[in-house]
Structures are given as C-alpha cells and as structure tokens.
C-alpha cells in the first residue's frame, strides 16, 4: 500500500524567507502523481503543485516548486519569498495507477506553517 | 469559472440519524471524489464516481454511500450516524477518471457534528 511521510508537524518562519516542507512517499507503483495541497484555517484544500512519475523536470508554480528526487522517493516543496498569507497546513499527497484506474488521493499528517512578521 | 460548491456548509445531526451532502463539480468536470477529514485519521478516500459509476472506494463501512447524476453532480449518504463520523467532508472534481495525473480540486467542504 502507498504512504506519505511529512515529518514536520510545525514549522515557524520569519517572513520573506524561503521555506521547505518535507514529503517522502512509498509506492512500487511506477505510475503516480504527486500533489501538494494548502489548507487555511477555513478547511478548504487548495491545490498547489503537481508532479508525474515520469516527469523530467520539477514542477513550478509561481512561488511554489516541488524538488522532486524520484531516487529517494521525496517530493519537497518549496515556496520561496514566504508571506504571512502562507500559513496554514499543507499536505503532500499521492495518486497511483490501480487496475482499476487511478485511486484517491493518499495524503500525509500535514505540516502546520506559520509565517512571523 | 465557478469551483466546486459544497451544501450545506455545516450541519449538526444526531446518533442514528441519517444525512445526505451534496457537491457540485467545477463545470466540465465528470469525476468527483469524495474524503473525510478527521483530527484523529486526516484525510481518508472514502469513494470517487465518473459517468455515474463508482469507480473507486475507500475503506469505509457501507453506511457510507453516494451516487453521481446525469449532470455530474454527487450526493453522499450516511446513515445510522455514530460520533465517530463528526468530520469535514471534501468532495473534490478533475476533468477524467483513471488517471494519477489529473489534479483534484477542492470544495470548501461540510462540517458534520454528530450528538
């Protein structure tokens, strides 16, 4: 079965420095997705990144890039130039390609940022 | 383009009772999946519908249910409500089915209470 492994619970960060949020993943599956989600105080999940299995370079999104180590089996985001905007939870989470096509979404505990003026 | 709209927002039930959420998906969206959030579990699959088919299902007891329309819209049903199933429930859209690549997007959720 698949897993993902956040293992920071809690980070604190001074605003304006570049943070990254540990993710590992564990899965024989070749064919996988993983997803970076961001999710403020209101509860609802906004989507962040995205990264393929098979694709040969990282992911960016505006402030956000997933250092993908397809080796290693990490997924680190990265969001650059913190704002105080950008304190929530964030979850890594992963798709694999089941038989019957794709499964839902396996997520990780979660690590809680909170950005300091 | 609207997001994916989730009713009601909270709802507040008692044990035994029974209780049905609605999400619409973003338009154009066929597959709509469906989570539980829950401080003690996380975040937890509970089942994924395209074309008005199940596709897939989470390990969730079968009082856990749900259906998709014509329209893509989706209903999930939960009967003989226990305490344990007081969550956020998150439905979540993508444009297809059967692929690990297709991003899911987020409602804001249902916050269920169960007495």
């Known amino acids: 079965a698949q897993k993902i492994t956040q293992t920071q619970p809690g980070m604190f960060v001074q605003e304006k420095e570049a943070v990254t949020l540990d993710c590992t993943y564990d899965t024989s599956d070749p064919s996988y997705g993983l997803f970076w989600y961001k999710q403020p105080s209101s509860g609802e999940m906004i989507f962040l990144i995205y990264?393929?299995?098979?694709?040969?370079q990282n992911a960016t999104e505006g402030r956000y890039s997933l250092n993908f180590q397809k080796a290693r089996k990490s997924a680190n985001l990265v969001i650059s130039a913190s704002q105080l905007g950008d304190s929530a939870m964030y979850f890594c989470?992963?798709?694999?390609?089941?038989?019957?096509?794709?499964?839902?979404?396996?997520f990780g505990k979660g690590t809680h940022l909170i950005i300091q003026p | 383009k609207a997001g994916v709209t989730q009713t009601p927002r909270y709802l507040i039930k008692t044990r035994g009772q029974q209780v049905t959420l609605s999400c619409s998906p973003i338009?154009?969206?066929?597959?709509v999946s469906w989570y539980q959030q829950t401080p003690g579990q996380g975040l937890q699959f509970l089942f994924e519908?395209?074309?008005?088919?199940?596709?897939n299902k989470g390990n969730f007891p079968g009082r856990f249910s749900g259906r998709q329309f014509s329209n893509s819209r989706s209903e999930m049903n939960v009967s003989t409500l226990e305490l344990g199933d007081s969550a956020l429930y998150l439905c979540?859209?993508?444009?297809?089915?059967?692929?690990?690549?297709?991003?899911?997007?987020f409602g804001p959720g249902t916050r269920l209470t169960v007495l």
């Open positions: 338009s154009g969206h066929r597959s």
């Open positions: 519908y395209f074309s008005e088919t199940q596709r």
């Open positions: 989470a992963m798709r694999i390609n089941s038989g019957g096509g794709a499964d839902g979404l396996t």
């Open positions: 979540a859209s993508s444009l297809a089915s059967g692929s690990p690549y297709n991003e899911q997007f």
């Open positions: 990264q393929g299995s098979y694709d040969q």
